[in-house]
């Protein structure tokens, strides 16, 4: 009896790897809202990181999270150090790719809770007087991650804080002159 059981774990677990093996990757989450802004307004207030604590979610994770910056107050270079309580984490975001009110990309390296190193991109689409502002996440999944995948939707979770992100950025962007 002791060794069929042994057989049917060893079997279950055989299987579970490699359903885990399997899983894709890489990961891409992306969420797009429309603001009543031209890109430029829009574009400024993403492209400085000193400007992300009115409208980023992560920014109210911790209310004692310590911040430091480095390099250009804007643009690729502009970098931005957090560490926090365990809802924030610890990391470093810094501005990869900036063009001007079209594309931002900022490469992701986070500490803590676990180390991965991931990209956000923001996109901006000139729609008359307004702009379509698209944020995506995109990474690669080692092994560890993809098991973790299987029980966390990301884009749920992750989707529902750029949701909250994007519509504060729609309120910055909206209520400047």
Do not use: C
């Not at 790897?17 to 307004?41: D, N």
């Not at 931002?104 to 502002?133: C, E, M, W, Y």
């Not at 992100?165 to 209520?175: D, F, H, I, Q, S």
């Amino acid at each position: 009896m002791w060794k069929k059981l042994a057989l049917a774990l060893i079997a279950i677990v055989a299987v579970l790897a490699v359903v885990v093996a399997l899983q894709p990757g890489e990961f891409r989450v992306a969420r797009a809202i429309t603001i009543a802004a031209p890109a430029p307004k829009v574009f400024a207030e993403v492209n400085a990181m000193r400007r992300w604590q009115p409208w980023s979610p992560y920014e109210k994770l911790d209310p004692a999270m310590k911040r430091s910056y480095e390099g250009p107050e804007a643009g690729q270079g502009s970098s931005y150090t957090w560490s926090g309580n365990s809802q924030a984490g610890e990391g470093r975001a810094t501005i990869v790719e900036s063009r001007a009110n079209e594309k931002i990309r900022i490469r992701l390296d986070f500490r803590k809770p676990f180390a991965a190193t991931s990209h956000a991109t923001f996109t901006f689409k000139p729609q008359g007087n307004a702009t379509i502002v698209e944020w995506a996440l995109e990474g690669d999944k080692d092994y560890f991650a993809k098991a973790l995948h299987l029980v966390i939707d990301m884009d749920r979770m992750v989707g529902g804080q750029f949701e909250e992100g994007l519509g504060n950025l729609r309120k910055v962007a909206e209520a400047k002159p």
